[in-house]
């Protein structure tokens, strides 16, 4: 699998910082996208398939993950 083909999604509610994390990562030559909701999250999650999740452990707002 090549970098382009590697899926990050980022979710971090503070914009300096998700921001920051996706300038970062896409410099590093992977696919990635920026999200401060974990609902929105949650609605890319059904759309793209990542192969890696950066999540803020501190977000305020809270969505059960479904695991399956």
Same mark, same amino acid.
């Given at each position: 699998?090549?970098?382009?083909?590697?899926?990050?999604?980022?979710?971090?509610?503070?914009?300096?910082?998700?921001?920051? $994390? =996706?300038?970062?990562?896409?410099?590093?030559?992977?696919? *990635?996208? &920026?999200?401060? +909701?974990?609902?929105?999250?949650?609605?890319?999650?059904?759309?793209?398939?990542?192969? $890696? =999740?950066?999540?803020?452990?501190?977000?305020?707002?809270? *969505?059960? &993950?479904?695991? +399956?």
């Amino acid at each position: 699998m090549t970098k382009k083909n590697f899926n990050i999604l980022i979710i971090e509610d503070d914009s300096s910082q998700g921001a920051a $994390l =996706l300038e970062a990562v896409k410099r590093a030559g992977y696919n *990635a996208e &920026w999200t401060q +909701s974990p609902q929105q999250a949650l609605v890319l999650a059904h759309h793209t398939d990542f192969q $890696l =999740l950066i999540v803020d452990c501190m977000l305020p707002q809270k *969505a059960a &993950w479904p695991v +399956s």
